[in-house]
């Protein structure tokens, strides 16, 4: 039964399977991607790199070439990294749709009301299905069919989802999504049909589901692609290695990213420490973690139990992305948190909603889970967390497009109305444009455009 089913075949002898609790080392993995001996998460280490150490300056111009290839490989902004990921058999093997090679743009007008000199976005959400899931979905779903597996599945508030989906489709496999019904922006639920998988809205929430699917992995043949497997992770990795390269391998002084179930924040904090440690990079940036103050796991752990046990919560905030109360990557968090001296925060459902329309009035939109970076900057500049001379780095993790209702009511008014919010979300309509509707004359329109010229 699949249940006895490990991933042995897979392995290579250029990585293994570390259990992140008790460092047990082992070449294979069972399907719900825990430590046989504790139970605890895996994380993929490269033991060679201890005789034989990659050389820093080679890869970088290993990289810089792979740019001017046409191979499908190293048109995909992942596997140009693949020197520091696991190891395919041939480059044919990878499952890609070129995913990565995200622009990284500056904004200059966030820069200037925040008072930070110089202010970056890297776009994740400019990936083929619109999020950085894409990056670490390539790895994992490639390794799912190196495996054999038919059917690959996942929980997900909805990005997840949409991108196992599409790597599934690419591959030849059979996807099943398992999402919280009515709790997912309709968008990414149209992406996870259009892409053939077999999607069921089940009546719980996010964690609800993850639960479910790792019962699911122990009794079925399907192979987990949520952020527990950590070949999802390696992929993510090369969100941060891409933005040191963009950076000239200059770090910025601060990357901050948003927390949901905490596997990009880990993915990001082990990339970082691999650059430090391969002599990629000479220092390292502080990674911080920002969460919507309804779905604060991470920031109550640490503050609460200084780290060391989960603290769960209900979780609740219309940046759905993030709606999730027992992130399974907690800990993983808690550990490039303290290697990176970076901070948790969390910010209020207003502080989302006008940090978002702020990132959009830079021409460049973002789902309300991303917008969570900006607002969490100003919090860590009035704690004095981030200084005023400091080079900043947002993840913006999702697409505009991923989550339209959101910007809609948010521009009509209608975000707050009725809630707990309603009165300190008055504030914000500096900020509103709401669609105007006008007969069809010219003089109409004339009024509108002087009017606005005049607001
Ligand atoms: N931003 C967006 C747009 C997301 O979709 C997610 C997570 C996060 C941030 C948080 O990242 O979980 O690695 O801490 N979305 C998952 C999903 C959980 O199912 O799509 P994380």
Not at 107 to 118: H, S
Not at 171 to 180: F, I
Not at 215 to 227: D, G, T, W
Request: with cysteine; glycine share 8%.
């Amino acid at each position: 039964m699949a249940s006895e089913r490990t991933l042995a075949r897979d392995v290579s002898a250029e990585f293994r399977f570390r259990c992140i609790a008790c460092g047990n080392l082992s070449n294979s993995a069972s399907q719900n991607f825990r430590c046989v001996n504790c139970g605890d998460l895996l994380e993929i280490t490269y033991p060679h790199w201890k005789e034989s150490r990659p050389d820093a300056a080679q890869l970088k111009s290993t990289w810089r070439e792979r740019r001017l290839s046409s191979s499908a490989i190293d048109l995909s902004g992942v596997w140009r990294f693949r020197d520091l990921l696991p190891a395919l058999e041939n480059d044919q093997q990878a499952i890609t749709l070129r995913e990565g090679n995200t622009p990284i743009y500056e904004l200059p007008r966030c820069a200037r009301t925040t008072g930070v000199p110089q202010l970056f976005a890297k776009h994740q959400g400019m990936n083929p299905t619109g999020s950085f899931k894409d990056a670490g979905m390539t790895v994992a779903a490639t390794f799912a069919r190196r495996a054999g597996f038919h059917w690959v599945a996942c929980a997900s508030t909805g990005n997840t989802s949409a991108s196992m989906a599409a790597y599934a489709a690419r591959g030849g496999m059979r996807g099943l999504v398992l999402v919280p019904e009515g709790k997912i922006s309709w968008s990414k639920l149209s992406q996870a049909l259009d892409y053939g998988a077999v999607t069921c809205q089940l009546r719980t929430d996010f964690d609800g589901c993850l639960r479910l699917l790792q019962e699911l992995v122990l009794r079925a043949p399907v192979y987990q692609l949520n952020s527990i497997n950590p070949f999802r992770l390696e992929g993510q990795k090369t969100l941060a290695f891409e933005l040191l390269e963009q950076l000239n391998w200059q770090p910025p002084d601060h990357i901050i990213v948003p927390g949901g179930n905490l596997g990009n924040s880990s993915a990001i904090g082990k990339a970082l420490v691999e650059m430090r440690d391969l002599g990629l990079i000479s220092r390292l940036p502080k990674l911080s973690v920002i969460q919507a103050e309804g779905a604060n796991a991470l920031v109550r752990t640490l503050r609460e139990a200084a780290g060391q046990r989960l603290i769960n919560v209900s979780a609740e905030t219309r940046a759905t992305a993030i709606r999730i109360g027992n992130p399974a990557s907690w800990k993983k968090a808690v550990h490039v948190l303290e290697a990176t001296d970076g901070a948790c925060e969390q910010v209020t459902e207003v502080e989302i909603a006008q940090a978002k329309a702020e990132i959009g009035a830079e021409g460049i939109g973002c789902e309300p889970a991303s917008a969570v970076t900006l607002a969490g900057l100003k919090r860590l500049l009035k704690q004095g967390f981030v200084k005023l001379n400091e080079t900043v780095v947002l993840v913006l993790t999702g697409n505009l497009l991923k989550d339209p209702d959101f910007t809609i009511d948010f521009h009509r008014g209608e975000l707050f109305k009725g809630t707990k919010d309603e009165s300190a979300s008055a504030a914000l309509s500096a900020l509103q444009r709401p669609p105007i509707v006008l007969d069809a004359t010219l003089d109409a329109v004339i009024r509108t455009l002087e009017q606005a010229e005049r607001s």
